[in-house]
């Protein structure tokens, strides 16, 4: 069974500053893996998404992350946080075989807050 | 493009009632599933469809039916409502294959 672990359910960082949000999964396969955000009362938006190509993924608004095998992590960052950037943030999961991206596996989310 | 619309967006339910909460997509995606989002746990995947006429579940699917009868529409049905299943549910669709799966905005319930 896979399983995504978000270290830390809050973090908090001032304007101007480095964002890293620590994601750790387990999959007995290569998974794809994705980082989604949500604004207070919205939908999921996708910031970006690893699926075999490049290890590492940029993604909208100045989001990147890279894809470590070896120590099953997919990290979120971005070099200078913004206002606009304070949401919840998720990784998900999704099994490769047989297309199974209607089978996401998501962690418990981060809180980003940008502090002026 | 409306993509992922699912209504409605806020319902409050007194324990036993049934009802059901409506999801349509546009884009001719192949798979639609549900999740539930609560706070500290993620979302959590209740019911899926890969495609009309085909559903399975997912990790918590007491207490839920669904059925998908055309590619456009996949309805959630509480049978009988319990506090538990006070939470945000969401809707999403996806094509086959690496791609990813595009959310609506939510439904909002309180079961009281």
């Known amino acids: 069974a896979q399983s995504v672990t978000q270290l830390g359910s809050h973090v908090s960082v001032s304007e101007g500053a480095l964002v890293l949000l620590r994601c750790n999964y387990s999959s007995s396969v290569p998974p794809y893996l994705f980082w989604y955000v949500q604004y207070p009362n919205q939908g999921l938006q996708l910031l970006l998404k690893?699926?075999?190509?490049?290890?590492l993924v940029k993604g909208i608004n100045g989001f990147e992350a890279e894809f470590k095998k070896s120590e099953t992590s997919f990290h979120l960052t971005k070099p200078s946080a913004h206002m606009s950037d304070a949401a919840e943030y998720f990784c998900?999961?999704?099994?490769?075989?047989?297309?199974?991206?209607?089978?996401?596996?998501f962690g418990k989310g981060t809180l980003l807050t940008v502090n002026p | 493009n409306a993509g992922v619309t699912q209504t409605p967006k806020f319902q409050v339910l007194k324990t036993g009632q049934s009802m059901t909460l409506q999801c349509a997509q546009d884009m001719n995606h192949e798979y639609m599933s549900w999740y539930r989002q609560d706070p500290g746990m993620g979302l959590r995947l209740i019911h899926y469809?890969?495609?009309?006429?085909?559903?399975d579940q997912g990790e918590v699917p007491n207490g839920y039916n669904v059925s998908r009868s055309t590619t456009e529409d996949f309805p959630l049905r509480l049978l009988s409502a319990a506090p538990s299943q006070t939470s945000v549910y969401f809707c999403?669709?996806?094509?086959?294959?690496?791609?990813?799966?595009?959310f609506g905005q939510g439904t909002r319930l309180t079961v009281v």
């Open positions: 999403a669709s996806s094509y086959w294959g690496e791609t990813e799966a595009f």
């Open positions: 690893y699926t075999s190509a490049a290890t």
């Open positions: 469809s890969v495609g009309a006429g085909i559903t």
């Open positions: 998900a999961v999704s099994d490769r075989r047989g297309g199974s991206n209607y089978k996401l596996t």
